[in-house]
């Protein structure tokens, strides 16, 4: 069983930079995957960039250029660095990881850290 607690979120002027930390309560080197969601008032939560266990990555098109995913196993760490930030980036963002076992597939969030991005 994995726990996900996120960190780092904030308030940014428009072109400002964050860095989003999610902990994990065990090792991460065996999860399948792992990735930010995020989740503003009035839309659906939508996947902002993902890492997998041999270090494939995928971004949004609307963060590719701006934001960067990375992992650190020995901090069982994973982070979001996000910079040039926009007013729509404004959201809550999640950290999910993915696994598999005989039962399926299984995904562990974190509660969530706020970002707010003024104009």
């Known amino acids: 069983q994995v726990q996900l607690v996120e960190s780092g979120g904030g308030l940014v002027h428009s072109g400002g930079s964050l860095r989003l930390s999610c902990a994990a309560s065990g090792s991460i080197s065996s999860i399948n995957s792992m990735g930010w969601y995020r989740h503003a008032p009035g839309n659906q939560r939508e996947l902002v960039a993902k890492?997998?266990?041999?270090?494939?990555?995928n971004y949004a098109d609307v963060v590719k250029r701006r934001f960067g995913i990375s992992r650190d196993n020995a901090k069982n760490t994973l982070y979001l660095q996000m910079n040039s930030l926009k007013p729509e980036d404004t959201a809550v963002y999640y950290c999910?990881?993915?696994?598999?076992?005989?039962?399926?597939?299984?995904?562990?969030w974190g509660q969530g850290t706020q970002v707010t991005v003024s104009s």
């Open positions: 890492i997998t266990s041999d270090d494939r990555t």
């Open positions: 999910n990881a993915a696994t598999h076992s005989w039962s399926g597939i299984i995904d562990y």
